[in-house]
């Protein structure tokens, strides 16, 4: 028996995840095929969404719309599922150098949106702070693997969530439609993270996979409503278990947990934390990020069947509520989608 819906999504991670809620929210048939064999980075996310990056702590790109964006969009599937997923978590940053604090004092005074003073000596009964202390405002916390879990307990419930391994091969291309075993659609959407690198439509995309390892560590005592940052970041995980993390690995073998990484996190809280601490796992992530450092979003020139949601990279948390929706406008009114978000922009 042959099921009919408008959209086939393929992935649920946080893009997937999304995409499918927004054409639950617009009461638009879908199905969801997701194989949690294959990698995920979602999975290991830290989920911060944080407005500035970098050494010289700038603001990241187009951050004025989509963190508003996201925060509201978090907060409505936040209410939708009656679970907590969204909190409001200030970054303590501990400067690691007299160089970064002097950084952080220049943009304290230079076009400064999100920076706030701290006083350092309400964070040494718990770090070693010799370069003093600052902060960033309007960062969150998100608990991703919460959110995507019990959304698939949702589209399981409903009957959209089809557990499977989607392969290109078994689709056959129709004008105006595409059928995948039983299911016939209007459109496939592509929110499969790395694995669109091996889908021949989408393959020519600069993608850049990145690699990005974390512990998660048991810190008895340390408050879980903040970010810490030094060398590495310290974020809430559950419970009094937090996040340690990470490195950028751009060329790297496999998926494998590296001792070297283990090694360096373990030197960096020896040296930062002051408390007891307890390694409980080491998970691993490819970022699905690229050399443009921008999303790939739109339908594939010339097989209007397939569309994609894509090269989030570093900053999933942020991109995929406002993206996901953009796609969605595009193909259902043919509304633009950010140029330099576009996959257009390869034509
Ligand atoms: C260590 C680490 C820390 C990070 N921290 C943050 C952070 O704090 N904030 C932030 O914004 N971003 C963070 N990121 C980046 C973020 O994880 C990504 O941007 C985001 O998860 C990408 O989501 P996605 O849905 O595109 O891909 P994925 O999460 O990889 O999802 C792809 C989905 O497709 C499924 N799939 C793949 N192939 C198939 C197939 N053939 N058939 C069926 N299903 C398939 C997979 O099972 C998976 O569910 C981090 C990444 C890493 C690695």
């Not at 702070?129 to 405002?137: E, H, K, R, S, T």
């Not at 009957?159 to 105006?176: P, Q, R, S, T």
């Not at 016939?184 to 996979?209: T, W």
Request: proline residues 6%; aromatic residues 12%; glycine residues 6%.
């Amino acid at each position: 028996m042959q099921t009919q819906v408008k959209y086939l999504i393929v992935g649920q991670g946080i893009v997937g995840t999304w995409m499918s809620y927004q054409l639950d929210q617009a009461g638009i048939a879908y199905r969801i095929v997701n194989d949690e064999s294959m990698p995920s980075a979602s999975r290991v996310a830290s989920g911060v969404m944080n407005p500035v990056t970098g050494r010289r702590i700038v603001q990241t790109w187009m951050i004025e719309t989509l963190l508003p964006y996201a925060v509201n969009a978090y907060a409505a599937i936040q209410a939708k599922l009656n679970i907590p997923i969204i909190q409001k978590a200030p970054v303590i940053l501990l400067h690691p150098s007299e160089q970064m604090k002097e950084s952080f004092q220049y943009r304290m005074t230079h076009e400064n949106i999100y920076l706030i003073h701290q006083d350092p000596t309400q964070w040494t009964p718990y770090f070693n702070a010799p370069f003093g202390a600052g902060g960033i405002d309007e960062c969150y916390w998100l608990d991703i693997n919460k959110m995507t879990r019990t959304w698939k307990t949702y589209l399981v419930s409903s009957e959209y969530y089809i557990n499977a391994h989607f392969d290109m091969k078994d689709v056959e291309l129709h004008e105006n439609k595409v059928q995948w075993k039983n299911i016939v659609a209007e459109k496939i959407i592509f929110c499969d993270g790395i694995a669109s690198m091996q889908n021949s439509y989408f393959n020519e995309l600069p993608f850049a996979p990145n690699k990005g390892e974390a512990l998660i560590v048991k810190i008895p005592g340390l408050p879980n409503q903040n970010i810490y940052k030094n060398t590495i970041s310290v974020i809430p995980w559950k419970d009094d278990l937090f996040w340690v993390g990470s490195n950028y690995e751009w060329t790297f073998e496999d998926m494998a947990p590296t001792a070297a990484f283990k090694e360096k996190m373990i030197q960096s809280l020896d040296h930062f934390l002051k408390l007891p601490y307890e390694i409980v796992d080491h998970i691993v992530g490819i970022r699905p990020t690229n050399t443009q450092r921008r999303p790939f979003v739109g339908i594939h020139p010339t097989q209007n069947q397939l569309a994609i949601c894509n090269g989030m990279g570093t900053k999933g948390c942020s991109l995929a509520p406002y993206f996901t929706a953009q796609l969605l406008a595009h193909l259902e009114y043919g509304a633009p989608i950010e140029a330099e978000a576009s996959i257009a922009r390869f034509a």
